[in-house]
């Protein structure tokens, strides 16, 4: 699942939704303050690469053309 602070993905074993990508700037406290249950936090959290020139510009031509 993406949000707008980051990615949670299903946990194999106990299919728990656990965040495993912050979005830059955002805080793990963050996270959990926006969300309504107790939030499982991967051992090894990454932050998600900005996106590029390239991405950037599609989603601009996508909002333009809306």
Request: aromatic content about 2%.
């Given at each position: 699942m993406?949000?707008?602070?980051?990615?949670l993905?299903?946990?194999?074993?106990?299919?728990?939704?656990?965040?495993?990508?912050?979005?830059?700037?955002?805080?793990?406290?963050q996270?959990?303050?926006?969300t309504g249950?107790?939030?499982?936090?991967?051992?090894?959290?990454a932050?998600?690469?900005?996106?590029?020139?390239?991405?950037?510009?599609?989603?601009?031509?996508?909002k333009?053309?809306?």
């Open positions: 993406i949000t707008d602070l980051g990615i993905e299903a946990d194999p074993a106990s299919c728990e939704l656990t965040l495993t990508r912050l979005h830059p700037g955002v805080t793990v406290e996270a959990r303050a926006a249950w107790p939030l499982a936090i991967a051992d090894e959290l932050i998600v690469a900005p996106p590029t020139a390239g991405e950037l510009a599609v989603l601009r031509a996508l333009a053309a809306r």
